[in-house]
């Protein structure tokens, strides 16, 4: 059971990491020839 608890944590921690690594990165969309463009990060904010 403690190994259980110990995989679950370790996991956890690495869940973590990679959500703080991804809030960082940017995703760029564009519709109707370019007249439409957002970037939002991975973490949903709207940049622009």
């Known amino acids: ?25 940017t995703v760029e969309g564009s519709a109707g020839g370019g007249m439409v463009k957002a970037v939002v990060t991975c973490g949903l904010e709207l940049r622009s």
């Not at 059971?1 to 990165?25: D, G, P, W």
């Open 1 to 25: 059971m403690q190994k259980l608890m110990r995989e679950a944590q370790r996991l956890q921690t690495e869940v973590a990491k990679i959500q703080e690594e991804l809030a960082s990165r």
